[in-house]
């Protein structure tokens, strides 16, 4: 008979004591394992060029990667350029991405900020942060994903995923986003920096899950604090 996690209780998570972040040695470990691992890992966003991306990303906020990709293989066969996006409108556009939420508020920024590129960029993404988030519907993760994965810049971008995972390890503890983002900085080994951060999402997403973590099966259980720990029931 197939087994099932056991799932320690709220209460058994609340009083378990906050742990004190990992030391050097040990994030450096548990950035190379994940590294051996999965030497180059991929955002689950699909993409044709650097404009794509940034729509992609755009469109993702409360959004699964899953659901936008669905709605944008359409809509980026026929726009994959800021030009294009706005000669469809915003009416159409809509369209296409109305399966995803906060759909109407979505649309009329991807066609604002592709307004924005052609008057202001030349048509083509900025590489500068500041630049990025002055574009309609980019906020600092956007625009840290943006500047990652289209120009390699070793930023950090804290989703859901990253913000439990860092805390729980924990790598850095914050409050914030902002202050995850800068702990993590702080302390991930610079040869690891471009990568960081969808190693993070991915073992969060699918490992270091909010509700059941997989302890069982993860591949830093050993150096991670997080009490107590989610283990495969034995019948």
């Not at 378990?16 to 966003?45: N, S």
């Not at 296409?96 to 649309?107: C, D, H, Q, S």
């Not at 995850?180 to 951060?197: D, Q, S, T, Y």
Request: aromatic share 6%; net charge positive.
């Amino acid at each position: 008979m197939a087994t099932k996690p056991s799932t320690p209780s709220k209460s058994a998570r609340r009083k378990a004591a906050a742990p004190k972040p990992l030391a050097k040695a040990d994030i450096a470990e548990v950035f190379r394992r994940f590294a051996a691992i999965d030497p180059e890992p991929k955002g689950e966003l699909e993409h044709v060029n650097a404009y794509t991306l940034l729509v992609a990303v755009v469109l993702s906020a409360q959004a699964t990667d899953a659901g936008v990709n669905k709605a944008t293989r359409a809509l980026f066969k026929i726009a994959d350029t800021p030009e294009k996006m706005v000669g469809l409108g915003e009416d159409a556009v809509r369209e296409y991405v109305k399966t995803i939420g906060l759909f109407r508020t979505k649309a009329k920024n991807v066609i604002a900020l592709s307004q924005t590129l052609i008057d202001q960029h030349n048509s083509r993404v900025p590489e500068d942060r500041e630049a990025l988030q002055a574009l309609p519907g980019v906020g600092r993760k956007t625009a840290n994903v943006v500047l990652n994965m289209a120009f390699g810049w070793p930023t950090m971008a804290v989703d859901t995923h990253v913000f439990r995972v860092s805390n729980r390890i924990p790598l850095a503890i914050g409050k914030t986003p902002e202050a995850i983002e800068k702990g993590l900085e702080a302390v991930i080994p610079k040869e690891f920096g471009l990568h960081a951060h969808h190693w993070l999402i991915l073992h969060g997403r699918y490992l270091c899950k909010a509700r059941t973590p997989e302890c069982w099966r993860c591949p830093i259980a050993d150096l991670c604090r997080f009490e107590p720990k989610s283990m495969q029931s034995r019948q």
